[in-house]
């Protein structure tokens, strides 16, 4: 056996069972300086003296802490993870069936705290979704009421039929200009808050029955 059928050999054993390839390479360094060392020549006797490259390189992989057995040979091995892994699937149901009564009794006990802040934030919601609607409402009625009596107004004392539709013109723009930006933004945000708080609340009550269908 020559050199390169050593360290072939070598190579092969220590890859099959997954040495890292650092490790591979400074083992195979070393034994290749020993050939060097040995002269030219007297590969042949190196290799005889060094012993079986796979028994060389089973020592090294063991060193390493690799297991060279053959796998066949052993029964198979009792799988801990999965029996972890179903105990703790397990439990947590158990720990979530028993989060949930807790909630649910916390959510009863503080009642009288955020049920009437829900309240009230409806309420103010509310509130400001009319007023808003009002200030437009508004907007847009003065606007036309002043255009229209401008209208009329103009032919019988022009300069102040003139300054009225004027001025309704004035309300009409800053109505496009102000109010229904405002309105198409206020309203769909007030909307999502609702859906946000309602869609809260319906979660605490439905974690329960998506547990159960799980």
């Known amino acids: 056996m020559n050199k390169l059928e050593f360290l072939t050999k070598m190579r092969n054993r ?16 070393y034994y290749e300086e020993v050939f060097l060392d040995a002269g030219f020549g007297k590969e042949e006797e190196t290799a005889a003296e060094l012993g079986d490259p ?24 009792f799988d801990e993870t999965q029996v972890q892994n179903t105990a703790n699937s397990n439990g947590g149901s158990s ?4 989060n949930f009564w807790l909630k649910f009794i916390l959510l009863i006990l503080t009642f009288p705290i955020w049920l ?6 409806f309420a103010l919601l509310f ?10 409402a508004a907007l847009i009625i003065s606007g036309i009421a002043f255009i229209i009596t401008g209208v009329y107004t103009v ?28 309105l198409r933004k ?7 808050l609702i859906r946000g708080l309602v869609d809260w609340i319906r979660g605490l009550f439905a974690r329960r029955g998506g547990q159960k269908n799980v």
Do not use: W, Y
């Open 95 to 98: 720990k979530s069936t028993e």
């Open 14 to 29: 220590l890859e099959k069972f997954g040495l890292p390839q650092d490790d591979i390479n400074d083992a195979l360094s």
């Open 155 to 182: 032919i019988d004392v022009p300069p102040v039929g003139i300054l009225m539709i004027g001025i309704g013109l004035m309300i009409t723009g800053l109505f496009i200009i102000i109010g229904s930006p405002t």
């Open 127 to 136: 509130a400001l979704m009319v007023t808003v609607v009002a200030i437009v």
């Open 116 to 121: 009437p802040i829900i309240v009230t934030l």
């Open 54 to 77: 796979v028994e060389i390189a089973d020592g090294i992989l063991r060193d390493s802490g690799i297991h060279t057995a053959d796998a066949s040979q052993f029964p198979p091995r």
């Open 186 to 192: 206020i309203i769909p945000a007030c909307g999502s």
